[in-house]
């Protein structure tokens, strides 16, 4: 069974950088998506970053050019580096792996929704304060 550990949630100031990190163990074959989502208070989880099975990358349009996704060779792990940081960017941050092949959810996974199909980790709190 797939296990996802995050950390590196924090109190940061806007305008500020925060790395989150994400061990995965048990993931078998590593032809599956594996992405960062957030949950803001009163709003759907929603995918900020992923990362297909060939590499390619995907970001939501609020992120994009702030965030990056890190992949380690062994593709176990995955951070995420925010920088610029934004009051919007508040929430529970969620390290994600779909149970579907990467190869059918399109460029850089742009198509995981993560309302099905896909393992969670238990989320870390990221707070931002002005």
């Known amino acids: 069974q797939v296990q996802l550990m995050e950390s590196g949630g924090d109190s940061v100031q806007t305008g500020g950088s925060l790395r989150l990190s994400c061990a995965a163990t048990?993931?078998?074959?590593?032809?599956?998506?594996m992405g960062w989502f957030r949950q803001a208070p009163g709003k759907e989880r929603e995918r900020v970053a992923s990362i297909a099975a060939d590499g390619g990358t995907d970001y939501h349009g609020s992120v994009r050019g702030r965030f990056t996704v890190f992949q380690d060779n062994t593709k176990t792990k995955l951070d995420l580096q925010l920088n610029s940081i934004r009051l919007d960017d508040a929430g529970i941050y969620y390290c994600?792996?779909?149970?579907?092949?990467?190869?059918?959810?399109?460029?850089?996974?742009?198509?995981?929704?993560?309302?099905?199909?896909?393992?969670w980790g238990q989320g870390t709190q990221v707070t931002i304060f002005s």
């Open positions: 048990n993931l078998g074959s590593p032809k599956y998506c």
């Open positions: 994600a792996v779909s149970r579907l092949p990467s190869s059918i959810l399109g460029r850089g996974c742009r198509n995981w929704s993560g309302r099905e199909h896909t393992t």
